[in-house]
């Protein structure tokens, strides 16, 4: 079973030869991020990975922040239309499908996304909610209640299918 704790950084690496335009954008905002962590503020680095972001950014089609906060292992085999607010928290490993929003709903606050949380396409995570470990999101579901650990929501408003006692 793929971790929900213990990036695999292995998801996001890039395969010379291939066309992978998500992983490229992963790639500048991971270099950003180490930049601002050593505390560079280099007048040539800084400023390339914010034009390496902008670029994929633009290639992609997808509106992730340089500074967002996303675990590792992350991955996004069709960034187009992606928007995830600035300030919403990804965890380790997870997989989001193209047109997903994460962002500002109902709910106060932003979400919370645990680790390995595979997210279907257009599917929509709105407000401070709290998507746990393992969990599956529908393809064009919108979230605006909590989701458990190891369960499965589907659905407008998204109502919780399935909860895989096993993996538990």
């Known amino acids: 079973m793929i971790s929900a704790t213990e990036a695999d950084w292995d998801r996001e690496k890039i395969i010379p030869g291939r066309y992978e335009p998500g992983k490229k954008m992963l790639s500048a905002i991971r ?3 180490r930049l601002e962590k050593q505390g560079i503020t280099s007048r040539t680095m800084k400023p390339f990975a ?3 972001h902008r670029f994929w950014s633009a290639v992609c089609g997808a509106d992730i ?4 906060r996303i675990g590792g292992g992350l991955l996004i085999p069709h960034p187009n239309g992606i ?3 600035p300030d919403a928290t990804i965890g380790p490993n997870c997989l989001i499908f193209q047109q997903v929003t994460i962002g500002e709903g109902p709910k106060q606050g932003l979400p919370v996304i645990e680790g390995h949380v595979d997210i279907g396409a257009g599917a929509k995570i ?3 909610v709290h998507i746990g470990n393992h969990a599956r999101i529908g393809a064009n579901a919108v979230v605006i209640d909590d989701i458990p650990n190891h369960a499965t929501a589907v659905g407008i408003p998204a109502q919780v299918k399935k909860v895989d006692e096993t993996a538990k």
């Not at 922040?65 to 967002?68: A, F, L, S, Y």
């Open 31 to 33: 270099l950003y991020q």
């Open 83 to 85: 928007v995830i607010h």
């Open 65 to 68: 922040p340089i500074n967002t």
């Open 126 to 128: 709105l407000g401070g």
């Open 50 to 52: 914010v034009l390496s």
